[in-house]
């Protein structure tokens, strides 16, 4: 067995570098890199399990084309595949416009191929419809930041955990979802026993079991909670009057609207004990360092925006944001979705923190990528919803998209699927097929993954890393950065023959120059040489920098962050006599996304085989349910059948299911086709967390085979 070299994890956020040994191009073992200051060696199940995930019969090598729906795929080479997608593209532009395409991306993305699609879309089509699948899990987290801090990026840093003296986790079930950094939290807390870590949940997950004090909030309930605490912390006279004034605005005005709050009528929505959160007020009161860290639970909301403004209310009351041990965390769910944000993948967005709202990012956008002024359209494109909504209108008529998999991952997916089937051209960058998406698509280009490619991604803590390429990619796939290129050639653009990844990096980070992502630093050929560093890093000899936000001076017009006085408001579906229970879903420890990957390691389909409803002992009594009986879910959009596990620790009314089996395993039966696709006003982000369903006992249960989808998975037989 001999050294592969390091890459980081393509699975979620947390960001880990991680060593890969094995023998000709096989991955035999994965070790956490213990200098990398993301995980300092640690790694979870699903890192340590990539290796069976890499050369697997259904990975892509070629591209697949058909003309009808109903014909089989046939292999094509490049020039073909790309002639036909620009064929089409060419047709559809000059017959309907540039907003009749979309590109839909996902936090899987490398930073080089993300800064491309919107030089091409952006800059060239002049098509704002660009997004990602960071609008499920994040996009709430990004117009959190810009409203109330007055830029997207975390203030904080890994190393905060060590400095805290109160870590609220709350809407994160970290233990499984970003193992390695809850991990971090486990070890200093017990380095430091009188350290406090506080976890607000609907449901008692494996964080929660790990709390000093558990708050079992009503889903639904966070605004309310965030309000009561922060009437009890102005009660207690904890806020940091310094501070307050001299770095923020509408305090006055916060004030006033908490002075209103019935602080009693706010505990009872949220259904939490007055005393409870008191103590936890009592405890960030006497801090010197508040940490929160906070991700789907706040962020998979119509209101999701709002929760992340009322949780930063609390740290710039309080003070504690802008120095070491404090500040607001948002959770990134995904390799690169920072990248992605920076990039300005998000219909929204433009390189560099920019957006297409903003007459000057336009202009300068367009004088950077060589265009007459008013290419890029001032009119946010669509978003990750949207663009299925109006696919199935028929107003979109292509959409291209790239290492996600929404036929599993989107809300709705009746809907879904009508969209696609809708579509006159659907385009799928995939590593595997079949995939749920791409078995419904017209085109599939075969990407490199990790591993086979050069690439550079940005972590939860804004941490850039350069990943190199370590074996090659099966076939002729190609890195995604590279497909883009090729495509964009075709369409005889210039501007778009790169030499290699380096090249495109260090066109791209020249735009981030002066702006708060600033990673104008941070060459590829410094990357290559120390692998990562966290931006703001400005200049050649700057070392990057741990934390924002140390002069306490925000990225608002006048340096001040923004109090911003948030009313708690309902989910857009609430339970009803029809419908009584509601529905949250989440991710399992050994699982990620839509299992693309996951679902090949036989280990981590022996831990969790396949998908279960969670239901409240109680409840299932009312139904006379016992463990293991299939239960049916339906919603206003669907019915799914699960088998039924009880547990304490999800609340009375409430059901969890994981949301992570698609099609693939059982045809019709995955968690979305439940789920709501209402979506927020501003951050655009789905209700994934909540809508209302019913439950029935299937009468007669039956012994059912479910063949798990790919070749390393063994049949699961449920009773
Ligand atoms: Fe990969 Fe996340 Fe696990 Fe780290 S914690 S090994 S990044 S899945």
Same mark, same amino acid.
């Not at 976890?199 to 929660?208: E, G, K, Q, S, Y």
């Not at 790990?210 to 009660?235: C, H, K, V």
């Given at each position: 067995?001999?050294?592969?070299?390091?890459?980081?994890?393509?699975?979620?956020?947390?960001?880990?570098?991680?060593?890969?040994?094995?023998?000709?191009?096989?991955?035999?073992?994965?070790?956490?890199?213990?200098? *990398?200051?993301?995980?300092?060696?640690?790694?979870?199940?699903?890192?340590?399990?990539?290796?069976?995930?890499?050369?697997?019969?259904?990975?892509?090598?070629?591209?697949?084309?058909?003309?009808?729906?109903?014909?089989?795929?046939?292999?094509?080479?490049?020039?073909?595949?790309?002639?036909? =997608?620009?064929?089409?593209?060419?047709?559809?532009?000059?017959?309907?416009?540039?907003?009749?395409?979309?590109?839909?991306?996902?936090?899987?993305?490398?930073?080089?191929?993300?800064?491309?699609?919107?030089?091409?879309?952006?800059?060239?089509?002049?098509?704002?419809?660009?997004?990602?699948?960071?609008?499920?899990?994040?996009?709430?987290?990004?117009?959190?930041?810009?409203?109330?801090?007055?830029?997207?990026?975390?203030?904080?840093?890994?190393?905060?955990?060590?400095?805290?003296?109160?870590?609220?986790?709350?809407?994160?079930?970290?233990?499984?979802?970003?193992?390695?950094?809850?991990?971090?939290?486990?070890?200093?807390?017990?380095?430091?026993?009188?350290?406090?870590?506080?976890?607000?949940?609907?449901?008692?997950?494996?964080?929660?079991?790990?709390?000093?004090?558990?708050?079992?909030?009503?889903?639904?309930?966070?605004?309310?909670?965030?309000?009561?605490?922060?009437?009890?912390?102005?009660?207690?006279?904890?806020?940091?009057?310094?501070?307050?004034?001299?770095?923020?605005?509408?305090?006055?005005?916060?004030?006033?609207?908490?002075?209103?709050?019935?602080?009693?009528?706010?505990?009872?929505?949220?259904?939490?004990?007055?005393?409870?959160?008191?103590?936890?007020?009592?405890?960030?009161?006497?801090?010197?360092?508040?940490?929160?860290?906070?991700?789907?639970?706040?962020?998979?909301?119509?209101?999701?925006?709002?929760?992340?403004?009322?949780?930063?209310?609390?740290?710039?009351?309080?003070?504690?944001?802008?120095?070491?041990?404090?500040?607001?965390?948002?959770?990134?769910?995904?390799?690169?979705?920072?990248?992605?944000?920076?990039?300005?993948?998000?219909?929204?967005?433009?390189?560099?923190?920019?957006?297409?709202?903003?007459?000057?990012?336009?202009?300068?956008?367009?004088?950077?990528?060589?265009?007459?002024?008013?290419?890029?359209?001032?009119?946010?494109?669509?978003?990750? =919803?949207?663009?299925?909504?109006?696919?199935?209108?028929?107003?979109?008529?292509?959409?291209?998209?790239?290492?996600?998999?929404?036929?599993?991952?989107?809300?709705?997916?009746?809907?879904?699927?009508?969209?696609?089937?809708?579509?006159?051209?659907?385009?799928?960058?995939?590593?595997?097929?079949?995939?749920?998406?791409?078995?419904?698509?017209?085109?599939?280009?075969?990407?490199?993954?990790?591993?086979?490619?050069?690439?550079?991604?940005?972590?939860?803590?804004?941490?850039?890393?350069?990943?190199?390429?370590?074996?090659?990619?099966?076939?002729?796939?190609?890195?995604?950065?590279?497909?883009?290129?090729?495509?964009?050639?075709?369409?005889?653009?210039?501007?778009?023959?790169?030499?290699?990844?380096?090249?495109?990096?260090?066109?791209?980070?020249?735009?981030?120059?002066?702006?708060?992502?600033?990673?104008?630093?941070?060459?590829?050929?410094?990357?290559?040489?120390?692998?990562?560093?966290?931006?703001?890093?400005?200049?050649?000899?700057?070392?990057?920098?741990?934390?924002?936000?140390?002069?306490?001076?925000?990225?608002?017009?006048?340096?001040?962050?923004?109090?911003?006085?948030?009313?708690?408001?309902?989910?857009?579906?609430?339970?009803?006599?029809?419908?009584?229970?509601?529905?949250?879903?989440?991710?399992?420890?050994?699982?990620?996304?839509?299992?693309?990957?996951?679902?090949?390691?036989?280990?981590?389909?022996?831990?969790?085989?396949?998908?279960?409803?969670?239901?409240?002992?109680?409840? *299932?009594?009312?139904?006379?349910?016992?463990?293991?009986?299939?239960?049916?879910?339906?919603?206003?959009?669907?019915?799914?059948?699960?088998?039924?596990?009880?547990?304490?620790?999800?609340?009375?009314?409430?059901?969890?299911?994981?949301?992570?089996?698609?099609?693939?395993?059982?045809?019709?039966?995955?968690?979305?086709?439940?789920?709501?696709?209402?979506?927020?006003?501003?951050?655009?982000?789905?209700?994934?967390?909540?809508?209302?369903?019913?439950?029935?006992?299937?009468?007669?249960?039956?012994?059912?085979?479910?063949?798990?989808?790919?070749?390393?998975?063994?049949?699961?037989?449920?009773?």
């Amino acid at each position: 067995m001999k050294a592969l070299g390091e890459n980081i994890c393509p699975y979620c956020g947390v960001g880990c570098r991680l060593s890969f040994e094995g023998e000709s191009d096989k991955v035999l073992r994965v070790r956490g890199v213990e200098s *990398a200051a993301a995980n300092l060696g640690g790694i979870c199940a699903k890192g340590a399990q990539l290796g069976p995930t890499i050369h697997t019969p259904d990975r892509l090598s070629r591209p697949q084309l058909r003309l009808g729906r109903r014909d089989d795929f046939r292999t094509v080479d490049w020039p073909t595949a790309i002639g036909y =997608v620009r064929e089409i593209f060419v047709n559809i532009l000059n017959t309907y416009g540039p907003e009749s395409v979309a590109f839909y991306g996902s936090g899987q993305l490398d930073t080089e191929t993300v800064y491309l699609i919107g030089k091409l879309f952006k800059g060239h089509f002049g098509c704002n419809n660009t997004d990602s699948n960071s609008r499920l899990c994040m996009a709430a987290a990004v117009a959190g930041y810009r409203t109330s801090l007055g830029s997207d990026g975390p203030p904080t840093c890994y190393d905060d955990i060590d400095h805290a003296d109160a870590i609220v986790i709350m809407g994160s079930n970290m233990a499984e979802a970003h193992p390695v950094t809850f991990d971090r939290v486990k070890a200093s807390k017990s380095r430091r026993p009188e350290q406090q870590i506080i976890v607000i949940d609907p449901r008692r997950t494996a964080t929660a079991v790990n709390a000093d004090i558990y708050l079992p909030a009503a889903p639904g309930g966070d605004i309310a909670l965030l309000n009561a605490l922060g009437r009890m912390l102005l009660d207690l006279g904890a806020m940091d009057q310094a501070f307050v004034a001299a770095h923020t605005r509408g305090f006055d005005e916060y004030r006033a609207f908490l002075l209103e709050q019935n602080v009693n009528e706010l505990c009872h929505v949220a259904a939490v004990a007055p005393e409870e959160l008191y103590r936890v007020a009592k405890i960030l009161q006497a801090s010197k360092g508040f940490l929160s860290f906070y991700c789907m639970g706040l962020n998979q909301s119509t209101v999701g925006m709002w929760k992340n403004n009322s949780l930063i209310n609390l740290h710039l009351l309080l003070g504690q944001i802008g120095k070491p041990g404090a500040g607001p965390f948002s959770l990134t769910g995904q390799p690169n979705a920072m990248g992605g944000r920076e990039g300005g993948l998000l219909s929204h967005q433009l390189p560099g923190y920019r957006t297409v709202e903003d007459a000057g990012h336009r202009q300068y956008a367009e004088e950077f990528w060589g265009r007459s002024p008013g290419t890029i359209s001032s009119k946010p494109g669509l978003t990750a =919803v949207e663009m299925f909504r109006d696919l199935e209108k028929g107003k979109l008529k292509a959409i291209w998209i790239a290492g996600t998999n929404p036929a599993v991952s989107l809300p709705d997916l009746h809907q879904v699927r009508r969209a696609l089937a809708k579509a006159q051209l659907v385009v799928v960058n995939e590593a595997y097929h079949p995939t749920e998406t791409s078995r419904l698509a017209d085109v599939i280009l075969p990407s490199a993954q990790f591993g086979e490619k050069d690439w550079t991604s940005t972590n939860s803590e804004r941490m850039i890393g350069y990943s190199p390429k370590l074996w090659p990619a099966p076939g002729e796939a190609l890195p995604d950065w590279q497909i883009i290129a090729r495509f964009a050639q075709s369409m005889g653009y210039k501007g778009f023959d790169y030499a290699d990844a380096a090249q495109v990096w260090d066109e791209y980070i020249q735009m981030t120059a002066g702006r708060p992502c600033d990673m104008a630093g941070a060459t590829a050929a410094r990357l290559r040489e120390v692998g990562s560093l966290q931006w703001p890093c400005p200049t050649a000899d700057h070392p990057g920098s741990k934390r924002r936000y140390l002069d306490h001076k925000f990225a608002t017009p006048d340096g001040r962050a923004i109090f911003l006085p948030r009313e708690n408001k309902e989910p857009r579906e609430v339970p009803d006599h029809e419908f009584p229970f509601v529905l949250t879903t989440g991710r399992l420890y050994a699982h990620w996304h839509t299992l693309t990957r996951t679902a090949k390691a036989d280990k981590l389909v022996r831990r969790e085989p396949g998908p279960f409803v969670e239901i409240n002992p109680a409840d *299932a009594a009312k139904l006379e349910l016992e463990a293991d009986d299939l239960v049916q879910i339906t919603s206003r959009r669907g019915t799914i059948q699960l088998p039924a596990r009880l547990r304490e620790g999800v609340s009375p009314g409430m059901i969890f299911v994981p949301f992570h089996w698609g099609d693939l395993f059982n045809e019709g039966n995955a968690t979305n086709y439940l789920t709501i696709s209402a979506i927020g006003r501003v951050a655009k982000q789905p209700e994934l967390k909540f809508c209302a369903v019913s439950l029935e006992k299937v009468p007669q249960p039956r012994k059912r085979t479910m063949p798990l989808p790919m070749a390393a998975a063994q049949p699961v037989t449920i009773v």
